[in-house]
């Protein structure tokens, strides 16, 4: 059983957690002779349905961002769970006795109450790939699957071994991914916020001298002008517009219709398609090859590896290569229909199936793709800084020119 506690430490300070023991008063014991007392204990049970109860709107919001966040740093934290489950399985230790030992080590208290109520679970005799079933926001289906052979086989901590190397590169390469995305994101932010900053709070103040003038303006400079009226005074319908657009996209994108078009804008868009198509590739081979190395069905194993690709025309694409190995096809021949592979893969993938030595085929094909994919990052990188720096440039001299026409036009008309 879980508890969860509050206590105050030899400092006086308060303590709030959760422990393992086979009842209350054998949780009240662990805690003295850990130096602590306890002020309040009480049974932890998981709340399956996640049910708010009648918690204001505002507490809602709230509890909702701060489990999407706790979810999001949940999923992150299944690499290093499986590294040390696998590192105590492969010491012989028992699978409970491993998770007892990992609970306690655990920081994240989402995470932490997840892997408990996995290890209830186990002890009241359900699998330990059932027990990970209650948690597919956590575990994905190729996991609990992978689990589930390693079971079957009794090749358990080899299976989590597996699942903690494919998790940390995986990790890995989310990691290499949004690195590559931040410093453009922060360059495009920051040309924004100059060229909001000049339209907003130098522009009008020119704007007011320039009228005072009474002189007829430059073309350039009264469309600026124009501009930088409409954001001083109408600032807020812009805030709403933006806001309203976003909103719409956001649920046009949960739509069948908005995901397939957003999709297949991944697919075609500019600098940014071979990045993508590269990493639909890496997802399929990689994972692919590593559940037909764990035993996994071929056509359970497509199943999976639609889910993972993450994009609804590729998931079609496989869906019908999947029909047509089901129906008799060999594997080379239904993904060569599909034609969402580069030739140079399906040329592996044959040669692989030929000799029998597909799963490790494929895992190769993804290690290759693997090293493109960093190359493709590094050179996308190098390519989008000097487009921003050139367009940031181009709007504020634009800015600038439009101001200093006025006065050029004044000192010719004084000399």
Avoid: C
């Avoid at 501009?227 to 069948?256: G, M």
């Amino acid at each position: 059983m879980v508890f969860q506690y509050q206590a105050l430490n030899k400092q006086g300070n308060n303590v709030s957690d959760f422990i393992e023991a086979a009842s209350e008063m054998a949780a009240r014991q662990k805690l003295r002779s850990q130096g602590l007392y306890v002020v309040r204990i009480a049974r932890h049970e998981i709340d399956d349905a996640g049910k708010d109860g009648k918690k204001g709107r505002l507490s809602k919001l709230y509890a909702d961002a701060a489990n999407y966040l706790s979810l999001k740093f949940s999923t992150k934290l299944v690499g290093i769970f499986s590294r040390q489950l696998s590192t105590l399985l492969g010491a012989g230790m028992p699978l409970i006795t491993a998770l007892s030992d990992i609970i306690e080590q655990i920081d994240n208290q989402n995470f932490k109450r997840i892997i408990v109520d996995v290890k209830e679970k186990i002890e009241e005799g359900s699998s330990f790939s059932n027990a990970l079933l209650r948690h597919r926001n956590i575990f994905t289906d190729m996991y609990i699957n992978m689990i589930r052979v390693g079971e079957n086989l009794g090749s358990l901590d080899q299976v989590i071994e597996r699942l903690a190397a494919m998790e940390e590169k995986k990790n890995i390469l989310k990691g290499k991914v949004q690195a590559a995305l931040w410093y453009p994101s922060f360059m495009i932010f920051f040309a924004m916020a100059v060229v909001i900053f000049l339209m907003v709070k130098i522009i009008p103040s020119l704007s007011r001298m320039f009228t005072d003038m009474g002189r007829s303006l430059p073309v350039p400079t009264q469309i600026v002008m124009a501009i930088s009226s409409f954001l001083s005074t109408f600032w807020y319908l812009l805030v709403i517009i933006v806001i309203a657009v976003v909103y719409y996209l956001r649920q046009y994108v949960k739509t069948p219709a908005g995901r397939e078009k957003l999709d297949g804008l991944k697919l075609r868009a500019p600098l940014f398609s071979n990045l993508y198509r590269k990493l639909v590739v890496l997802r399929f081979t990689q994972n692919l090859g590593i559940l037909l190395n764990n035993r996994v069905d071929i056509l359970k194993s497509f199943e999976i590896v639609k889910k993972i690709v993450s994009n609804t025309i590729i998931e079609r694409k496989i869906e019908e290569a999947a029909k047509r190995i089901k129906e008799g096809s060999n594997v080379s021949s239904a993904l060569t229909k599909s034609e969402f592979l580069p030739k140079m893969v399906l040329g592996m993938i044959a040669a692989g199936e030929a000799s029998d030595r597909l799963d490790d085929m494929l895992q190769n094909i993804g290690n290759v793709y693997e090293t493109e994919l960093d190359l493709t990052i590094s050179s996308l990188t190098s390519m989008i800084e000097p487009i921003i720096i050139v367009v940031m440039g181009i709007s504020i001299g634009t800015i600038v020119v439009s101001v200093l026409l006025p006065i050029f036009e004044m000192n010719l008309l004084v000399q």
